[in-house]
């Protein structure tokens, strides 16, 4: 491959944008850090940097598509959206870590660092086009997650999730190698394009185990059934706003590859597929209805989401609508990231405000007390169990919509059944908040905070606009 | 009529807006809530009332149409904002705009706290339920249709009886199951006929081979008979009916419950006719059995709302009786029993709250000789089980009468059957009526009790009058659905022309159930 600064042209800048704008940001923010004077200035480079990052991204976000590198990274309408998707999860995981820090406080500036490094290496997967691309953009997001789901380091439980999660994240990105070894053994390439040119050659069985073993790496990060047990320890242990950052950003980076990726597996697959996603929904649901801690519940109800999106990437195959998958999991993802986001948020709001961990029973009474947070969290909570006039339910709309075209009916009827026990656990939360008085001796923390409330209005702001007028949002994504 | 203001989207958003109305009044002022809650539902019943005035029954053409884009699907599938009126939605939505402030006005007396959430929920349940009724867009309707869900599982778990968040997430489930396999029918049919507009969609699925319809209807069937509910999906029925404060029994019986009618009405006998030909004696039979069934239910209650609950699911079963019979005189009962269920069995609930509100308890032995204590309340109680029952000359006669005459040339034998349900019903619900009104007062607590109040009067009067207006002058509210019908009628007589043309044999008729 050539390289050098002569391909820094015009195009490739603009495709690598959000890309330069999150690593200057990051550079920049290192910078300030060392310099004790410059370190009011934090937030507010922050935030420059992500708006930065999604200005870059509308610039590509309606013309054609680019590719850049030889063709190893592209920038389209769909890497656009899912950029933006990326600034808005790492913003929600930020405005709600606001003053969750006590211990670690000092060390925020770090934390900031150690998101954008990782919002940076998002960007990569979702435009990378070349299976080296992509574990290069996979190891600039895990590894700064390693160390912000540790980022408590007085707290055993934080050091035991960034533990388990580095262990076994290590081992999936090892299998990920492998996988890709046995790609270019069996093909002679590494890219989606020369992959998808010797799709005869792709048949073969060397390359076949190096495609199977890319997907369940990559199936590790969407927390895919056998792949998920990772997912209720780390979610619970890592600090709060990681956790949201981890369930909605890196979920949707790694959909943002398997999509294209999956072009790559043979047609066949697709009942398997469907089989696994089915799986998925069920270990997920079943695992949820018997939890009692917020963020364990959030974590299985995320494996069940996760299971839902595959849903479409098994309808994919025979489905006669091109793009109709990548439309449907996008839209599912970004009503996920805004209603998980907003859930996860709120439940980090209440877990600083206490100091506790939050429980269903901990939420018990909280409408009489946070009328508006209880409200916010029941929305998001019918959201996530797809009602509709939210966004949840127009993304479980496409993604069935996608397994129904695809000749997947039955595995459809299954699935939206599997999303009523769902509803079991979303609505005992509810039940909490509203049909339930407080208990004695945990007193619902009554201490507004502006902050963190408008981020919550933003998210149920969006998931409203996503159910109701979401035409602006279908019509702009292919 | 300013009828260009006064459009369908003000009426169905109108609850809306005085729900939102109601969330900005500061939480003490009860008062206020109250009252803006009961400006809204009446506004919403005058314009209700003004929209079903202004329609002509004699045609199937929608009217008050609006017709806005909304967004596109893919493979360019336009789903559009569609509300429209015709024959089969206007006496639903007449009456649930007619119910607003009656339960507006009759939760004075039984909701004290929360008053706010409460009135706010009820009018979003009104906006739901209008949705439902008037949305002419297969997505649009279940977004109603399933938005509505959420107001009755607040109004249930939050005010509801002892065992209330059993019941809250029983009903919730059980009807959620049921519309999402739904869900996935309407996917395949957009996506097979390409369009979302119920209109072109009852003209295009119809010419869907039979095979097909039947697998669709079967779907769409399940979901609306939970709903309403249907013999073996009931069990959800009474549980919520017994939890429910008043106001919610009275709109859940009132109208959620024909929702899932109107569903089988439009949705499953109107749009897969072909399918609804094959299945008729299915559902026939699982009407008979509902009205049986309920009533042997009934008789064995003493809790005397749990008895009205079971006694919907014997109502109930008559209009799934009269619609599956595939009649005209079949059709018009079923639809004409839909509002007076509503009417009669509401008014039954509003009574059982307003003497639980002073008594305490619903168990019938509790009670005894109260007609010399509250007067007033015997008379109205006697008049609405009246009505239930079916007297001559009230609203319940015509309708068991239309749907028994209906199900009579369709099939005897179930109609004879059938009929049993009416002594039946009669029985149970006198002897209960027998049991709380008359003989010595027994227990010295109901010897203080105080008669029915004006409030509680004047909101019962509307029920009353309608009762007897429709008793009197059926052909009034039976001629809006006229076209409407004849509509219906005329595409099952193509699928049975289309079905006699393709079996070679000469077949039995259609809707005879062949005795094994």
Known sequence: ???????????????????????????????????????????????????????????????????????????????????????????????????????????????????????????????????????????????????????????????????????????????????????????????????????????????????????????????????????????????????????????????????????????????????????????????????????????????????????????????????ATSQAILFYMAAYTFTAGGAFGLVTMLESQTGLPVTIESLRGLSSKRPGVAAALALFMLSLGGIPATGGFLGKYLIFSVAVRGDMVLPAVIGVLLSVIALGYYLRIVIAMYMQTELEGRPVPTESRPVSAAMALACAGMVIVLGVLPGWFLDNVR | MPTNVLTLSVLVFLPLVGALLVAATPS???????????????????????????????????????????????????????????????????????????????????????????????????TGMLGVFLSLDLILFYVFWETSLVPLYFILGIWGGERRLYATIKFFLYTFAGSVVMLIAAIWLIWTTNTTDVMRLLDVAGALPVDTQLWLFAAFALAFAIKVPVMPFHTWLPDAHTEAPTSGSVILAGVLLKMGTYGLLRFGIAMFPGAALEAAPWMMALGVLGIVYGAFLAMAQTDVKRLIACSSVSHLGYVVLGLFALTEAGLRGSLLQMVN???????????????????????????????????????????????????????????????????????????????????????????????????????????????????????????VALCIWIGVQPNVFLDRADGSLQDVLSRLERARAARTASVEIVPVHRLEIEPR
């Open chain 2, 28 to 126: 003490k002022a009860v008062g206020l809530q109250r009252g803006v809650a009961l400006l809204a539902t009446l506004a919403v019943a005058w314009i209700g009332v003004v929209l079903c005035l202004d329609f002509d029954g004699s045609t199937a053409v929608i009217q008050h149409a609006e017709n806005v884009p909304w967004f596109t699907l893919p493979g360019g599938v336009d789903v559009r904002y569609r509300l429209g009126m015709d024959g089969i939605s206007v006496l639903l939505v007449g009456l649930t705009a007619i119910l607003g402030p009656i339960v507006v006005l009759s939760t004075w007396g039984h909701i004290h706290q929360r008053v706010k959430e409460f009135m706010i929920w009820l009018l979003v349940m009104q």
């Open chain 2, 341 to 463: 269920h509503g009417l009669s069995t509401g008014l039954l609930f509003l009574l059982i709250g307003m003497i639980y509100e002073r008594r305490h308890t619903r168990a019938l032995d509790q009670y005894g000789g109260i007609a010399s204590v509250m007067p007033f309340f015997a008379l109205f109680l006697v008049f609405a089980v009246l009505s239930s029952v079916g007297l001559p000359g009230l609203n319940g006669f015509v309708g068991e009468y239309l749907i028994l005459l209906g199900t009579w040339q369709a099939s005897p034998w179930l109609a004879a059957i059938a009929v049993t349900g009416v002594i039946f019903g009669a029985v149970y619900l006198l002897m209960a009526t027998r049991k709380m009104l008359f003989g010595p007062v027994v227990h010295s607590e109901n010897r203080a009790l105080n008669d029915l109040n004006g409030r509680e009067i004047g909101l019962m009067l509307p029920i």
């Open chain 1, 1 to 323: 491959m050539s390289s050098g600064l002569a391909q820094l042209s015009q195009a490739t800048l603009d495709a690598t944008g959000p890309f330069l704008a999150l690593a200057v940001g990051v550079l920049v923010l290192v910078l300030v850090e060392i310099l004790p004077a410059l370190k009011a200035l934090r937030s507010t480079l922050f935030l420059a940097t992500l708006a930065a990052a999604a200005w870059a991204a509308t610039r590509t976000l309606f013309g054609p598509e680019i590719s850049a590198f030889d063709g190893t990274y592209v920038a389209n309408s769909t890497t656009s959206w899912w950029a933006l998707l990326f600034v808005s999860s790492t913003l929600i995981a930020w405005v709600f870590g606001r003053r969750y820090y006590r211990e670690e406080a000092r060390l925020e500036g770090e934390h900031d660092i150690l998101l954008l490094t990782a919002a940076s290496g998002m960007v990569l997967m979702a435009g990378s086009r070349d299976l080296l691309v992509f574990f290069v953009g996979l190891e600039t997001l895990s590894v700064p997650l390693y160390a912000l789901s540790a980022f408590r380091r007085s707290r055993s439980e934080s050091v035991e999730a960034g533990l388990k999660y580095f262990v076994l994240g290590a081992f999936a990105a090892a299998v990920y190698l492998m996988g890709a070894a046995f790609v270019y053994a069996g093909t002679g390439t590494i890219t989606l394009d020369g992959m998808l040119a010797r799709s005869d050659l792709l048949q073969g069985p060397l390359a076949l185990t190096g495609v199977a073993m890319l997907v369940g790496a990559i199936f590790f990060k969407i927390s895919v059934f056998p792949f998920h047990l990772w997912v209720p320890d780390v979610y619970q242990g890592a600090p709060s706003p990681v956790t949201t950052f981890m369930a909605t950003g890196t979920k949707a980076a790694a959909f943002a590859f398997l999509l294209p990726l999956s072009f790559a597996l043979p047609s066949q697959s697709a009942g398997f597929i469907a089989v696994i996603a089915l799986l998925t929904m069920a270990v997920g649901n079943l695992g949820a209805l018997v939890q009692t801690d917020m963020k364990r519940l959030l974590a299985y109800s995320g494996v069940a989401h996760a299971g839902t999106m595959l849903l479409a990437i098994a309808g994919m195959f025979e489905d006669p609508e091109t793009g």
